[in-house]
């Protein structure tokens, strides 16, 4: 059996993959798992690429930030 898979990003394709699955059972479900994780890490990269470039890619860290106006239970004061 032929699977395809297509993954498209705000309607844009940007990876088809294409397996061939064949033979017993567990080669099936072999084949599916290690496409399926292919697949997943394609479409988080295509979703990462996606956005825009001026976004910052991680929190600010606790010295760039007030934590006690975030979450005041857990300051020191």
Do not use: W, Y
Not at 35 to 55: E, G, M
């Amino acid at each position: 059996m032929k699977v395809e898979i297509t993954i498209k990003v705000d309607g844009q394709v940007v990876t088809k993959h294409l397996e061939q699955v064949d033979g017993t059972l567990e080669n099936m479900e072999e084949t599916i798992d290690a496409l399926s994780r292919r697949v997943a890490c394609d479409t988080l990269q295509a979703s990462v690429n996606s956005l825009p470039q001026s976004r910052p890619l991680f929190r600010q860290t606790a010295a760039d930030s007030d934590i006690k106006a975030i979450n005041p239970e857990h300051s020191s004061d």
